[in-house]
């Protein structure tokens, strides 16, 4: 049962606090659970622990997500209030009055809470294309891949891990401060990207000077420029990946086929290194298109098993013989996301 399923006053507070920090879409929030809570409770103090879980919460005041969406969520808590209860609460209508007249910025932060009880907070772009890439926000399957990783970090600890496609940095944050990983190695093509990518780094607390003396309990973090289409396998080799993992990279037919040449010289790289294990390789996506999915594992090879794995993605033989199987699905739930969405992960591999 999803956590907005779950009646109680500790459940709907575990949803909007989490809803909000990542400024999800305010339909996803459990409205009807709360108006159904404060029918039945006659005082006020749930709307104000949902106040203090929300637009008063440290992260917030901290870094603060985008104004116009706090003011969104404000209005709408207003609304659930005066349709339940006929004394107004001053403190909701003084946190309006707070947002009312903040500035808006083309920047907001969205911060996610980590099962130990760290978070990971991001700056990212207001618009879901900005600077002409889809680069500068968080997509689900990013979320999907980390939570996955915080239930498996044994695919990780004391290992080096190579993204490719990092975003925002949220998956390689999350597996950065929970899983134990020897080594970092955030990449994407995009200089804005990049620039972005750099900042959240900094701002969750890791280093990216290289002379700074590494922490036996913190990663070696770097930022790599990686085009899929020019890297070459020096380049790659260099890298030296004990893991590679990639998350919402299969939108367009041209980026899968990027996607699977740079997969395939990164096998090539394992061929001359014979000291070292081929690495695994996790490569985490949204189902929107049944055929893009079909010609990523079409262009990768055969699964595992001589018959189809079950999962959505099933394959002939392919072209770059590397070899795949779906992962089964975690249990946890730990970001929000849309869970009407089917998600998956293959491992691969190299």
């Known amino acids: 049962m999803a956590p907005e399923e779950t009646f109680g006053s500790e459940r709907l507070l575990w949803s909007f606090e989490r809803r909000f920090l990542a400024a999800r879409a305010l339909r996803s929030f459990p409205w009807q659970n709360l108006e159904e809570e404060l029918r039945d409770s006659s005082d006020s103090e749930l709307l104000l622990d949902i106040l203090q879980k929300t637009v008063r919460h440290p992260l917030c005041a901290q870094h603060p997500p985008s104004a116009k969406y706090a003011r969104a969520f404000l209005s709408e808590l207003i609304k659930k209030h005066e349709a339940t209860h006929t004394e107004p609460l001053d403190e909701l209508y003084e946190a309006l009055a707070e947002v009312l007249t903040a500035e808006e910025s083309a920047q907001c932060h969205r911060s996610y809470l980590l099962p130990s009880g760290d978070s990971v907070t991001l700056s990212e772009s207001t618009a879901i294309v900005s600077h002409g890439t889809t680069g500068l926000v968080t997509w689900d399957a990013a979320l999907y891949l980390a939570e996955w990783a915080l239930e498996n970090p044994a695919a990780f600890t004391h290992r080096t891990v190579l993204e490719l496609g990092s975003g925002a940095g949220l998956t390689g944050l999350a597996i950065c401060k929970t899983c134990r990983p020897r080594a970092y190695v955030f990449s994407d093509c995009h200089g804005r990207v990049l620039q972005q990518l750099r900042g959240n780094i900094l701002l969750n607390g890791f280093s990216l000077q290289p002379d700074v003396t590494a922490d036996s309990e913190r990663p070696v973090v770097t930022v790599a420029q990686l085009d899929w289409d020019v890297a070459t396998v020096p380049q790659l080799s260099a890298l030296q990946p004990d893991v590679v993992i990639a998350a919402d990279v299969l939108y367009c037919p041209d980026a899968i086929l990027s996607l699977v040449g740079v997969l395939q010289r990164l096998a090539a790289c394992q061929k001359d290194r014979k000291d070292r294990q081929a690495p695994d390789a996790f490569i985490a996506y949204t189902v929107r298109n049944p055929e893009t999915c079909q010609l990523f594992t079409t262009e990768l090879g055969e699964p ?47």
Do not use: N
């Open 304 to 350: 595992w098993s001589t018959r189809p794995a079950p999962g959505p993605c099933q394959a002939e033989l392919g072209r770059a013989g590397i070899q795949w199987h779906t992962v089964p699905p975690h249990d946890q739930k730990l970001f929000p996301y849309d869970g009407h969405s089917e998600m998956a992960i293959l491992k691969l591999t190299l």
